[in-house]
């Protein structure tokens, strides 16, 4: 069964500090992965998307990573705000036909 | 990035009713939206794939009766519960991708259905 996992399902951190937020899925076969943000009560935001071809992509603080043999993504923030306290979601299109197959998502708490 | 809209954000209804909420690409034509349903801390799981001009695809376990779903232009689908009951109260999201097909996909703001 292709499965995505997001551990810890929380993290609180002070304001400031660098963090990885992890997600890992079964089948290596994969297409592309993608980052979400999720306020509470509101849609999803797409963060990053990163190819299977690809190791990793970045967008301001954002740098997200993909390793495919080893079944994991990281998603790293980079000096963090109390603006970026949210539930990230990681998703995994196993089949190419960009069925999401999301993980529980993590809630992000940063303190000012 | 693109932008999709849903419609209504939240709707109350008594059960045995029928609610229809849409979901619109605002800025570009998606021939493929996407239907996800979001239970309360849990994350989304794939209802169906709404394809315009033919028949919606419905994951396992989703009952296509119940739900249904019309893709009548390129920029609109709409997802029906029909018959509501109390158990379908959730939060439904709508995604499509653009036809650059990236493999990227936007999704809409949700819709909080609760039926009474």
């Known amino acids: 069964k292709q499965e995505v996992t997001q551990i810890p399902a929380a993290l609180s951190v002070p304001e400031g500090e660098n963090l990885v937020l992890n997600c890992s899925f079964t089948?290596?076969?994969?297409?592309?992965l993608q980052w979400f943000r999720q306020d509470p009560g509101k849609g999803l935001t797409s963060l990053l998307l990163?190819?299977?071809?690809?190791r990793e992509q970045t967008s301001g603080r954002l740098n997200a990573s993909l390793d495919k043999s080893s079944g994991r993504s990281t998603l790293y923030i980079a000096a963090s705000q109390p603006g970026d306290s949210a539930t990230y979601l990681c998703?995994?299109?196993?089949?190419?036909?960009?069925?999401?197959?999301f993980g529980q998502g993590t809630r992000l708490t940063i303190n000012p | 990035g693109a932008v999709v809209s849903q419609h209504p954000s939240w709707v109350i209804c008594k059960s045995g009713t029928s609610v229809k909420i849409e979901c619109r690409s605002l800025?570009?034509?998606?021939?493929?939206m996407f239907w996800y349903r979001q239970f309360p801390k849990q994350s989304l799981m794939l209802m169906a794939t709404?394809?315009?001009?033919?028949?919606?695809?419905?994951e396992q376990g989703v009952e296509k009766d119940k739900f249904l779903i019309n893709h009548a232009s390129l920029t609109l689908s709409t997802l029906t519960v029909t018959s509501a009951h109390p158990e379908d109260s959730s939060f439904y999201i709508c995604?499509?991708?653009?036809?650059?097909?990236?493999?990227?996909?936007?999704f809409g703001e949700g819709s909080r259905l609760t039926v009474l």
């Open positions: 709404s394809n315009e001009g033919s028949k919606a695809t419905y």
């Open positions: 995604s499509a991708s653009t036809p650059e097909a990236t493999g990227e996909l936007f």
């Open positions: 800025d570009f034509q998606a021939t493929t």
């Open positions: 089948d290596s076969a994969i297409y592309n």
């Open positions: 998703a995994a299109d196993f089949q190419g036909a960009q069925k999401l197959v």
């Open positions: 990163i190819q299977s071809s690809q």
